[in-house]
Structure formats: C-alpha cells, structure tokens
C-alpha cells in the first residue's frame, strides 16, 4: 500500500513512514525516524491502542440501544415516568456530573503529562481521576441505598427497572474505568511511560473519557427530561 | 512507537469483559431471587406436588411434553394444563385413560398405572404449575 | 504426529463417529414417529428415542472435545501428555458408563432406572438433556476431572499458547457448569433458572471457547498464518461470545417465573450473541485467503470453513431470528425452536469435532499430513450431503414451525396442539427425508476412512509467495 493511500486512511499523521505492515492487522506507523515531533497531539489518530476503540464503539452501540430502548418505553408510560423521575434526587446527580467532568478534566491532565514525559505528575493526575470516580460511586452508592430502603428494586415498575439498569450498568463501567486507570496510575508511579511511548495513558483516557460521555447523555435523559 | 491492536491488548479485554458480565449476571441472578417469591407460586408447593414433581421428572413427562415451553415439542404445553383440561380432575382422567397400546396410527402416550395417590400428586404439581407467574405466556389455552 | 501419546485421540474420535451413527439413527426414528406416531410404541416410546439421541449427541460431543484436546495440547505445549494410561482408562470408563445409560434408557421403563439408581437419594433425573441416572453424573464428573488434571498438567509443565489456555478455560468451564446439574430444587422457576446455567453457559458460552480454541489450531496449521495474528482473532472472538453470552442467558428468561425486566436485557444482549460467530467466519476466510501455503488436507480446510458458516447461520442467523422477547412470545417451544438447535448444533458443534478429526486423524493413522486424494473426494461429498441435507431439515422444520405459530398462537382461532400438528405433517416427511439424506453423508463420511486409506498422499501444493505489504 503506497503512502498516498496511509495518508487518506490516517489523516492526522503527517509525513509519516509506513515501516512494515504485517497480515494487515497491524499497521507499524515510524513516526520519530519521519521526523515528526512525537508529543504533537494530531500525530496518532485516534488516540490509544486501535483495539480500545473497536470496544468503545461496541459500548457506545449497547448503551444506544439501552437509551433508545428507555426512549421508546418512556414514550408509552409518560406519565408514570415523569412521576418516579420526580422522586430522583437531581442534587446527587449534578454532584456526579460534576464530579466526573472534574475526573475527565485531570485525565486529560495526565495524559499532558505523559506526552511531556512527566510519570510522577501522570500519576498524580491519574490518581486524582481515580479519586474523583470514587466519589461518584459514594454519592451513587448513597443514592441506591436509600431506594433499596424504600424498597424499591428492578421488579418495582417499568421506569425503575430502567432507571435502575441505565445507572447500574453505567455505574459498573465507572468501576471497570477506574481499574484501568489505577493500572495507568501504577505504571506511571513506576516510570513505566515515556515521551515516546505512553499510549497506554491514551488508551485508559479514551476509555474513562466513553465513560463520562455516557453519563452525559444519561443524565439529562433519565433525571431531567419531562 | 506503534499504534498496534495487540493480542495482549485483546486478551485483557477478554478477562476483563468476562469478570464484568460474570459479575452484572450473578447481580441480576441475586435480584431474580428477591423477586422470585412474588411471582414463582412457591407457596403452592406442598408435599403432594413435591412428589408430583418428582413423578414428572421419573417418568420423564419432558420427553414428550413442554413444559412452559421448554422440553419436548411431541405432545401438547402442560404448563397451562390445569386451565385446558378443566382442573384436577381433567388431568387425572386424561393420563388414566391412555390405551396400553396406543392410539394405531397416532402419537401415544404409555399408561403409566399410576395410584391414585400419584395421580392426585400429578395433578396437584400441575396446579402449581398453572399458578406461576409466566408473563402472559402462553399467548391463548392452547398453549 | 510430532508426540507419540497424540495417539491416545483417536480411540476417542472412533467412539465419537460410533455414537454420532446411533445418534442419527435414533433422530430417524423419532423424525418417523412424529409422522406414524405409534412407530415402535410401546417399546421404544418417543421419549426414550429422545433421550437416546440427545444424550448420545452431547457424549460423542464430548468425546470430541477431549480427542482434540489430547490431539493438540502435546503439540501446543511442545511436550507428552502427562499420563496416556490415564486418558485410556477414562475412555473406557466413560464408553462403558455411556454405553449402560443408553441400554438403561432402551432396555427399562424411565421410572425403573430411577428406582434401580437409587435416584431418589438425590434427585437430579428426569430434565431435558439431564436425564442420566444421578451415578452416571456423578461418573461423568470423575472423568472430566480425571481428564482436566491430565491435560492441566500437561500444559503446566510445556510451552503456554493462547490457544491451549482458551480450550482449558473452556473445558474448566464445561466442567464446573455441568455441577449444576446436582441443583434440582422443588421450586420449578429456580430449577428452570439454574438449569440454563448448565445449558445456555455451556453452548452459547464455555463451548464456544472450545470451538474458538479448535478452530484457531486447525487454521495455524492448514494455513500457516502467524500465530500471533491467530491468537489475537481467537481472544477478540471469545471476548464478545462471553460478553454477549453471559447476560444473554436472559433469552431463556422470558417466560419461566423470572421478573420481567429479563426481556429487557435478555433481548439486547442476545441480539448480539452472533457477533462472535460472524467474526469466525470472517477470520476463517481471511486467514485461508492469506495462507501462505496450500495444505494437502483440503477436506479439513473445507470443514474449517464450513464449520464458520453454518455456526453463523444456525446459532447466529437461526438464533437472532426468535431471540427478542416479542417475537419469542409467540415461537417459545415450537418446531422454531427445534430448526434453530438443529442447525446451531451441527454447524457450531459437529462440525468442529468433524474438523478436527479431518486434519488429526490421517497423522493418526501414519499419514504425513493428509489422506489420500480418493479419501478426501469422498470425504467431502459427505461434508455437502450432510451439511445440505441439515439446512434442508432446518428449513423443513422453521416452515412446520411457522405455521405452527401462526395457526396455533397467533391466529384469532387457536387450534388444539394436536391439530396443528397434522396440518404441519408435509414439512415432517420432507424433514425425514432430509434426514435420510443426512444418514447416507454420514455413511460416505465413514467410507473415506476405508476407501483410498492405501493410496499415497497427496503431493502437497507450492508455497505461495507470502502476501506483498
């Protein structure tokens, strides 16, 4: 494949250098000998490993398909969601909106970082993000405690079960983001990343940063939306 | 630095999405089981339907039968049998009915020679069955 | 053959041939009484010829599974297997055991062998597919752990690949998802619930681990692709079978006493169970048209493929087709359901067990590579008569199954079961003949082991030049 075609398939990699490209799957992009400056953010596109994005993609596909399924249920039951949404403690929410854009906020932080090839600081970012997404399952954690006290569960009624899978199955993924990204944190705290090669950074970014979006979009559409 | 989809790469997402979903599974199975008293007609279960059960299962009713809907697709649902038949009686008089040699020509059901205190447990597990919380399902008595 | 105890395999593949005939001739029988109903009534009542044909099919299975496994495992982790004495008293034990279930099954009343087994002192017979007497279980567990000890250590003290990893994690599975079937509680909804812990786990979960693990190994050596590349497809594929699987068990969970949000998740997860599938069948065909060289086994080849295919189709394609909670309202238990485990069944399952035997049995039996070209002729015409005449049934059977929904559920007057059932008849007898199609393939199948088996191997193909970057 000529480097005119790489071109049109990487547009962000300037004056790149096609080393070698094995069975196809793995397309070996020598930027440092083309002479490119290597912390300059358009230069990998998308940022982290290929294969995270396949599965962010994935997951933006399930939780579409959740969403649209919570839409179209909303649609026949509109007065009984809008009366439980009304029970929800929006407060509680807005702390965890804010919580995890503060989360994103120092991941990206760190990822800055890791391109000036600052380990010690990554961590510390990194680690602040991982604080921040602890205290989005604190808050969430209190709020599911006081509706399993009120009784309430998946079986209660159609908009519970909805509200009640959405956030759990995004609560989850904030769990398994904050595990990718504490190994991110450890790695750094050991020196693991350099300038040249921290794409493990950009890869737990990626995902932390699906994670957020996520919740972007739930909550204005289970919490606020009448 | 390469922008590589690596096996190692692949095989975490493996372990990790399988520990995930491992783990969102058993939370719904520990929610099915909080819901489960409301809906399963457990209060139902006595010592004759017990040993309905157990009749069903030794003389293998599946192999033929469904039971809601899962078993085998040779002879009619059970699982609402109680409704189709016209109680308890319906469904003992049906099973002590069957030729010992068949219908010639048609799908047969043996003759079991049940007691009447068999046949009584049978139709008492059916009962049960007819009483759990099925979703609607089946969509009509034919089931 | 690279390790002399590779050979302990093929008395394993010989059983599983052996069982999957009796199989079949038993799936004719019923396929007869579903037409002529009283076909060997009261002897053999449909039920027992039911019995006989699933349980045989999920023995032969097994005995598959553990052919390849003692096949390629000395060959991944580069050393003997642990104990090939212990692999041959497994086998006879496990033959013996088998063999007395189905003559148990065939020989006395259900009700009998429960008595005589003392099924009473835990109660585990009687449900579809587990209806082994509770010793025969309970033997059943002794040779899976017998056999996981064996190629454990194995592959403990030898080379790790990702490909002998992934089929332990899947036979680890097998085994620890088959000790649900010790759980029968009276409580009808938990014993449904947990009794798809044992099947949805097994062949919409650890098996396709098994089939992945299988698969990958056949195509690294007909093709010669990259290991690396291989291995990498193998964890992308069984990653999404887990991650779709698992909560899809919530398909079985619509309609059994389970709270209703089942059809909710049950429905959006399932939906994506095919993914893995068609992964397979796009990794197969990449990986062939990339090989770098034409192995003299075309018929393993074409099973491989084939094997990709038809798992698509029948899990896949079949399975979406009556997996969302709507559509499933209406097709639950009928002839829908018996076209889609059919196809899923032969083209997931079968099939992978036949591959294997494909490419391992010529080194077995003294071969270099491959047999001979007589062989392979045969070989593959029974690949298509068997693999046509099954999409036959399976289209014979989703027609009968259509018009069973429609007359007995959905139309505004319902008939009777029964009824139905005679209105569907036609689709029966064309099945059947399908089926007696399937039976002469599978007999041409066995003729290539004998015909052609003192012709000289092929002459294997030229390498072809590796693929330009």
Redesign the interface.
Known sequence: MSNAKLAIFLPFVESARVVSMNEKETIVVDTASAGVAAPDALVRYPPGDLAIWIFILAELLVFGVFFSSYAFNRMNHVELFNQYQATLDRDAALINTLALLTSSYFVIRGVVAAREGNNRLCAHWIWGAVAMGGVFLVVKSAEYSHHIGAGISLSTNEFYMFYLSLTFFHFMHVILGMVILAAVAVKAGQGGYSREDHVGVETGASYWHMVDLVWLILFPLVYVMR | ???????A???N??Y???V??????A???F??H???P?????AA?TES??QG??L?????????H????????????LGNAFKRLGGKDGIKGFIMSRP?????????M?Q?NFSPEELDALADFLE??SG????N??????? | MQYQSQSVAKPYFIAAIGLFVGQILFGLIMGLQYVIGDFMFPEIPFNVARMVHTNLLIVWLLFGFMGATYYLVPEEAERELFSPLLAHLMFWIFLIAGALTVLGYLLVPYATLAELTHNELLPTMGREFLEQPTITKLGIVVVALAFLFNIGMTILKGRKTAISLVLLIGLLGLAVFFLFAFYNPDNLAKDKYYWWFVVHLWVEGVWELILGSILAFVLIKTTGVDREVIEKWLYVIIAMALITGLVGTGHHFYWIGTPEYWQWWGSIFSALEPIPFFMMTVFAFNMVNRRRRNHPNKAAVLWAMGTAVMAFLGAGVWGFMHTLAPVNYYTHGTQITAAHGHMAFYGAYVMIVLTMISYAMPMLRGREAAPSVRSQVLEMWSFWLMTVSMVFITLFLTGAGILQVYLQRFSDNPLPFMVAQDKVELFYWMREVAGVVFLIGLIVYIASFFVGSRDPEPVAGAVEPAAAA
Not at chain 2, 137 to 143: A, E, F, L
Request: proline fraction near 6%; charge should be negative; hydrophobic fraction near 40%.
């Open positions: 630095m390469s922008q590589a989809f690596t096996k790469m692949a095989r997402i493996f990790g999405g399988s995930f979903f491992l783990l969102l599974l939370a719904l199975t929610d099915t909080m819901a489960w409301e809906r399963d007609n457990h279960i339907v017990s059960k157990a069903w299962e030794e003389n293998n009713c599946i192999g033929c469904s039971l809601l809907g899962e078993g085998a697709y040779y002879a009619p649902e010992k040699d068949g219908i010639p020509g048609r799908r047969s043996p079991f049960y069955v759990i919380n099925t979703s399902w089946p969509p009509n008595i034919q089931g």
